[in-house]
């Protein structure tokens, strides 16, 4: 059975840093992403990584502020979140894909249940 465990979300004041984990486990992805959704609005992709080479890519609005990294031995990927701004306040959820690069989202199939990142200013 296919499991994506966020953690790591909170409330933080802008400039700020937070630190996002994502634990999969079940089996093995070609790539995984983070997303947000704030509300009314749709949901975005902040960054993804390939596993096999660790290539990553990111929205333009996080660029430079965030780092999606991977842990291969613990099946970690996590997105350091730095110099946050109030307009980072969303639901963010791990999602992984079954192939890479994967900058869209409907290559996504496996999805967690998502965490709270509250930016205050």
């Known amino acids: 059975q296919v499991q994506l465990a966020e953690s790591g979300g909170g409330l933080v004041q802008a400039g700020g840093s937070l630190r996002l984990s994502c634990a999969a486990s079940?089996?093995?992805?070609?790539?995984v992403g983070w997303f947000r959704q704030a509300p009314g609005k749709e949901r975005e992709l902040v960054a993804s990584i390939t596993v096999w080479n660790g290539e990553s890519l990111y929205s333009n609005s996080v660029k430079g502020r965030f780092t999606i990294s991977r842990d291969d031995a613990k099946n970690i990927v996590s997105l350091m979140m730095d110099n946050l701004k109030p307009a980072d306040t969303a639901v963010y959820f791990c999602?992984?894909?079954?192939?890479?690069?994967?900058?869209?989202?409907?290559?996504?199939?496996?999805w967690g249940q998502g965490t709270q990142v509250t930016v205050s200013s």
């Open positions: 999602a992984a894909s079954q192939t890479s690069p994967a900058p869209e989202a409907y290559q996504y199939i496996y």
């Open positions: 079940g089996r093995t992805f070609s790539a």
